[in-house]
């Protein structure tokens, strides 16, 4: 006699949060990327690079995949093209020779100061059918599934 098997559940991948998630930020980066590409000729890499460096400088390459979440070899890639095109400089770092710290060169700081509104004005309108309220519960609710993903991922880590 054979045992009756189970039928896992149906997976609907339209209704399958992690996918949704996905497909979002893939068309929101476009969204965003078209306001920027064109003008500056930055890729979505090299336009994040540029957007945390002129947040928080110096900072290294690992510092930089860890808080955007990138993977090394895009960060790297990105970061090579900034440097080659003088909008980044690597510096030694007293503390640790074997990493580098990146910085914004003055042309890189210009940049980041005239891409930052363009960048600003393409997330009003992706937000421009939303409430205030809307928009807070949005940054709120993105915020907890990432702190919840951010653990579950320390959490197989060790």
């Known amino acids: 006699m054979t045992e009756p098997t189970e039928t896992p559940p149906a997976l609907s991948l339209h209704d399958y949060l992690p996918y949704r ?5 893939n068309q929101v980066s476009r969204v965003v990327a078209r306001a920027y590409q064109a003008r500056f ?3 979505v890499w090299e336009w994040r690079v540029i957007a945390l460096l002129g947040e928080a400088e110096p900072m290294t390459a690992q510092a930089l995949s860890d808080i955007a979440a990138m993977d090394k070899v895009s960060v790297s890639r990105a970061v090579k093209s900034l440097v080659d095109r003088g909008q980044v400089v690597r510096a030694e770092r ?17 940049l980041y100061q ?3 509104p363009v960048a600003l004005s393409a997330e009003a309108d992706l937000l421009g059918g939303l409430e205030a309220g809307e928009v807070a519960t949005l940054v709120r609710l993105l915020d907890i599934v990432r702190g919840r993903a951010a653990e579950l991922l320390t959490a197989d880590a060790g």
Request: no cysteine; hydrophobic share 40%.
């Open 21 to 25: 998630l996905a497909v979002t930020s």
């Open 114 to 116: 005239e891409i930052m």
């Open 94 to 110: 007293a503390a640790d020779r074997r990493s580098r710290d990146l910085r914004l060169t003055d042309p890189g700081r210009a």
């Open 41 to 43: 000729g930055l890729t």
